[in-house]
């Protein structure tokens, strides 16, 4: 008879053994998982006796964990500006530094009083378009993704949280299937890590897809085309932001700089002082 505080803590100490992160979080967010539970129930509940199919469908959970597969993969949803996206393999998983572009992006749109339009270059699991389309009900949004599978995960949800009928959905490289078309802001959270990089990090972070991680030699290549590019797709006064991997503000700051059709370059820092996000307007 085991007890909700004895799976969490022999599930604690395998995933210590592991050398997993955060080992009682990560038990505590399976375990309400498969339990359908809110996580503080687990310590309301702490002496309730656990059914045993219960704690083997848990036990399979821990040994998927053991493997490096990041919670989010496992239960199949991250939380993001507070709303539960859900994710699999084919997306990045939404981290909360992103949170200030969308923050920093929605206040500019609101701010313009109208009906407004954004398009999202490599929207993935859609965390940052959808929660802007959230934030700002005036706008529309373009959602763009290389993936057809990383797309109809955003599609799912857009409908999820009710925003689809403010959404279109393009697969494509980038700007490739917007020609034409003119917004008042473009946003991506582009692949920014050195390819060389890659390897190094953390296993975790190799399960996520390498097309949302890849930034080619120097992480950058993606600022450089979509800085080429966006002047095209912006209305004039239209702000172009990005967010950067840590250290790589100067550098996209730089290739801004050296762009006359660009103006009032600005940088948003993270929680923890990182400049994330690099916006320019169109001149
Ligand atoms: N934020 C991710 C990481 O640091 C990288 C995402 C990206 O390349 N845009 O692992």
Redesign the pocket.
């Known amino acids: 008879m085991k007890t909700v505080a004895d799976v969490l803590s022999s599930a604690t100490a395998r995933l210590i053994a592991g050398g997993i992160d955060s080992p009682r979080l990560d038990a505590e967010i399976l375990l309400a998982h498969v339990l359908n539970w809110r996580r503080l129930m687990l310590y309301v509940d702490a002496e309730k006796i656990l059914p045993a199919e219960k704690i083997l469908r848990f036990n399979e959970l821990i040994a998927r964990r053991l493997t490096r597969i990041p919670v989010a993969y496992l239960v199949g949803t991250k939380e993001f500006f507070g709303l539960n996206f859900a994710v699999n393999e084919s997306v990045?998983i939404p981290?909360p530094e992103t949170e200030i572009l969308v923050e920093g992006v929605g206040e500019f749109l609101r701010g313009l009083g109208r009906e407004v339009t954004f398009a999202d270059l490599g929207t993935g699991s859609g965390a940052i378009a959808v929660s802007m389309l959230k934030f700002v009900p005036s706008a529309r949004a373009a959602m763009v993704d290389i993936s057809a599978q990383a797309l109809q995960v955003a599609k799912f949800n857009a409908a999820k949280f009710g925003v689809e009928g403010r959404a279109e959905f393009f697969c494509g490289d980038m700007f490739a299937p917007l020609d034409g078309k003119i917004f008042d802001a473009i946003v991506s959270?582009?692949?920014?890590?050195p390819a060389a990089d890659i390897s190094t990090?953390q296993a975790e972070?190799r399960l996520e897809p390498r097309l949302?991680?890849d930034?080619g030699a120097d992480g950058l290549s993606f600022y450089r085309r979509i800085i080429s590019d966006a002047p095209k797709f912006l209305s004039a006064g239209g702000l172009l932001a990005m967010?950067v991997?840590f250290n790589q503000a100067a550098a996209v700051k730089k290739i801004l700089a050296r762009d006359s059709r660009f103006s009032d370059i600005q940088t948003l820092r993270d929680l923890s002082g990182i400049e994330r996000v690099v916006a320019a307007a169109r001149r």
């Open positions: 990045l981290r959270n582009p692949p920014y890590i990090l972070v949302a991680l930034g967010e991997g």
